[in-house]
Every structure is written in C-alpha cells, then in structure tokens.
C-alpha cells in the first residue's frame, strides 16, 4: 500500500497579523515591562500605563483596521498605541482635564506618524464610562483598559504618593466628581459600579471579541482586598474568564514594610485578566 504524505495546512491566523514566533512569545503568563520615563504632558495623570505595553496586547488581540476601547483612557495611552498599531480607537474618561490631555497626546502622535495615521479614528469621549452603551461607537473588536485601583490614591505612605504630595503641578487623586471610580470608599459599592461599567460594555461588543483588564490587589490597613480576583469572579458571570497574564515591573525600590514584624510584600506585579464576549 502506498504511503502519501501529509498535506502540510497553512495555518489560518483569525486573531491577527503577528508571525507563528511573535504569536508565541506573547503567550508566555508574565512579562516583565518597565515604564519607560513619561512625557512631561502627562505626568500629572497619577496612574497611566505604558503605551509600548498596551501596543502588545493590541497587536495581539486585534488585526490592523480593527476597533479598540478603552472606557478609562485617562490621559490617552490606550488610543497612541492603537494609532502606532493601526488600529481604530475610542476612549472615554470622566475627568475633563484627562480628556484634554488625550486629546493632545493624539494630536501630537498623528504629526509624528504621519500619513500612516490618516485613515484612523482616535477619538476622546469625556463622559461616565457607565453610560457607553449608549454612544454612538461602532462594534468594538476588542477592550483594553485599567480602572482605579478603588480608592488607594487616597492612602497615605504610598512612596509615589509622597513624591506626588510635593509636586503641586501633580494630581493626587483622579478628581473629586462622586462618579469617579476612585472616590467611591465603600468597596463592595466600588465593585458593584465597576463591574456594571464592564458588563455594561456587551452591546458594544462583537461577538468573541477579549477584554483585557489591568488590575492589582489590594492592601488596606493590614487587610488584603483582592480586587482583581473579585472581579475575575464577578465579571465572569458575564464575560468568560479566559486566562491572566501577570505583569511585573523590576525597577522599584524596595521598601522595608513591616520589617521585623510582620509579612508586607513590596507589591509589584498587576493581573492583566483576558475575557472574552461568549455567548
Ligand atoms: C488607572 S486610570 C487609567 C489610566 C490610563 N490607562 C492611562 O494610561 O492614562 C483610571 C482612569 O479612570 C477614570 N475614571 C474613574 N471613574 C470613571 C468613570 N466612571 N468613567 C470614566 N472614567 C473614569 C479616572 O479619571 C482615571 O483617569
């Protein structure tokens, strides 16, 4: 009988442009990213994540043309890594003064890409995250976003915290609107409201599309809150709980927290926690 040689199939990729290698790099469950030093611009924003970090999970999680969100864009990183990965994008942010910002960081971002940024859409909504089903966005392929970590801005001690304290040019904390995430004190109110923003997001989004939240737990006065595992939970009810992928930063100074006493960790991963739009 004579043998015939399996057929080699080319290999389809549905998710997006990245070659077999770059696919499998991403797929490692930590990296280890540290923010490169900020733009004087937005230095005033207390919490942004690093745009070179949020281009990875844009380029893995979308094709190029395809539509991102970010309903917490702050001072914008979320839509200049989508510009620079050719994606469209839509930001919204409570804070008028953030949306501002965003607003410039884009501007700025398309002189420098040029032509390559023209067709693209990079738009900044300043409004409550909550209400966003009801604006007019076109179908969302996929969210990447990160919500204030409850209201730790607000803790005394935190070292970022003090440098901040005596920069008056810095924000502290977000802003004072009751709205805002970060004032809301109580933690299962602040949950509820959290997960409500996100699964709020569904209409929006196409089916099968991922959302990738960038979250910490929490230490409060010797209590551990584990906000991101909380809203793995919660929000799984409403979108798949796919996977997480822990992001360490190396370049913080250690500090000596409950030396002699007690176990306080120096806290320096967060969960980037991937949903995804089923059923
Ligand atoms: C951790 S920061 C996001 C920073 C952003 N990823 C960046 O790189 O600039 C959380 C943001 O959520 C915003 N925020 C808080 N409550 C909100 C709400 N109800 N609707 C929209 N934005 C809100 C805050 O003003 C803050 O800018």
């Known amino acids: 009988m004579s043998k015939t040689k399996p057929t080699k199939r080319k290999l389809i990729n549905k998710m997006n442009d ?9 797929q490692k469950s930590w990296f280890v990213h540290n923010p490169p ?25 979308t094709k190029a043309g395809q539509n991102v969100l970010d309903p917490m864009v702050g001072t914008g990183s979320t839509l200049v890594a989508a510009l620079r990965s050719g994606r469209n994008s839509y930001g919204i942010e409570l804070n008028p003064e953030y949306a501002r910002i965003a607003q410039d960081v884009v501007g700025e971002e398309r002189v420098s890409l040029g ?13 409550n995250a909550k209400g ?6 076109p179908l969302i392929d996929y969210v990447i976003t990160s919500p204030p970590y409850w209201n730790m801005l607000k ?3 935190a070292e970022t915290q003090k440098k901040r ?24 109110n602040f949950m509820q409201n959290l997960v409500a923003i996100y699964a709020g997001l569904k209409p929006l989004l196409r089916e099968r599309a991922y959302l990738t939240i960038i979250v910490k737990n929490v230490k ?19 979108y798949t709980l796919k996977d997480e992928k822990i992001w360490c930063q190396d370049n913080i ?11 306080v960790s120096n806290t320096f991963h967060h969960y980037c926690l991937q949903f995804r739009n089923e059923g």
């Open 132 to 137: 966003a089903a009801g604006f007019d966005l």
């Open 220 to 238: 409060k006065g010797g209590v551990i809150y584990p906000l991101a595992w909380d809203l793995a939970r919660q929000l799984g009810e409403t």
């Open 18 to 26: 990245l070659s077999n290698r770059d696919w499998l790099k991403f």
């Open 155 to 157: 803790a005394r001690g």
């Open 37 to 61: 030093p900020r733009r004087k611009d937005v230095l005033r924003h207390p919490a942004k994540f690093p745009e070179t970090l949020v281009q990875e999970f844009i380029e893995f999680f």
């Open 115 to 127: 032509k390559d940024a023209h067709n693209l859409v990079a738009e900044v909504i300043n409004a």
């Open 253 to 263: 100074r250690l500090a000596p927290y409950g030396m002699g006493n007690a176990w």
């Open 165 to 188: 304290r005596a920069a008056p040019d810095l924000d502290i904390t977000y802003s004072d609107d009751p709205e805002d995430l970060g004032n809301m004190d109580d933690y299962e």
